[in-house]
């Protein structure tokens, strides 16, 4: 089965600042999708890569899907508090049923 | 875009006593759902996938008996957690996916289930 492992787990930085999230696959990645959660609620989809190499931005947010297709990155520029919350990413393993399997997200705390 | 609507977001009951989860795509046709389960500080765990007039696909080791699927029409799938106990306490969250938009998974807001 597939594995996404994510790292840093926990992320503090200062409003402003720059942070990276990243995300590995045991396994290919036929597609590799980016949410963001708050406790206890759902979570809010971000960004989608299907192609390797390839690069999408929404606002102040970057995600790339490697060459390789096993690692995914997720670039925050001048951090906002508003960005805090924990970062998810799921991986598509390729099957017809679109099933999602999650790595165990990062928490991201933006001070002001 | 597409909203997934999850109902009821907390609920709190009884040990033995059953739970019904709503799940609705309110602007698209969902012929597949999936239930997920989340526990504290933890990723999300694929429970089973829904799909629209025949049986539910459970993840191994998710009790079938225990956590009751149905998916009765293209926009509503319910997960029935039967005689619960309090280890079943989690936060339960469902998914669809607009097929014909070819987008992503949409999340419902989850559920909060506490059992006393």
């Known amino acids: 089965s597939q594995e996404l492992e994510q790292s840093p787990q926990s992320l503090i930085v200062q409003e402003g600042k720059n942070l990276t999230i990243n995300c590995t696959s045991s396994?290919?990645?036929?597609?590799l999708y980016w949410y963001k959660q708050k406790y206890g609620e759902g979570l809010i989809f971000l960004m989608m890569?299907?192609?390797?190499?390839e690069e999408k931005s929404h606002e102040k947010i970057t995600a790339k899907l490697d060459e390789k297709k096993q690692q995914s990155s997720l670039h925050i520029t001048a951090s906002q508090p508003s960005h805090a919350g924990i970062y998810l990413c799921?991986?598509?393993?390729?099957?017809?049923?679109?099933?999602?399997?999650f790595g165990k997200g990062t928490l991201l705390t933006v001070n002001p | 875009g597409a909203v997934v609507s999850q109902h009821p977001s907390r609920v709190i009951c009884k040990s033995g006593t059953s739970v019904k989860i709503e799940c609705r795509s309110l602007?698209?046709?969902?012929?597949?759902m999936f239930w997920y389960r989340q526990f504290p500080k933890q990723s999300l765990m694929l429970m089973a996938t829904?799909?629209?007039?025949?049986?539910?696909?459970?993840e191994q080791g998710v009790e079938k008996d225990k956590f009751l699927i149905n998916h009765a029409s293209l926009t509503l799938s319910t997960l029935t957690v039967t005689s619960a106990h309090p280890e079943d306490s989690s936060f339960y969250i469902c998914?669809?996916?607009?097929?014909?938009?070819?987008?992503?998974?949409?999340f419902g807001n989850g559920t909060r289930l506490t059992v006393t």
């Open positions: 998914s669809a996916r607009d097929w014909t938009a070819n987008g992503p998974l949409h």
């Open positions: 396994k290919t990645l036929y597609g």
């Open positions: 890569l299907q192609k390797g190499g």
């Open positions: 799921g991986a598509d393993g390729g099957g017809s049923n679109y099933k999602l399997t």
């Open positions: 602007d698209f046709q969902a012929t597949t």
């Open positions: 829904s799909n629209e007039g025949s049986k539910a696909t459970y």
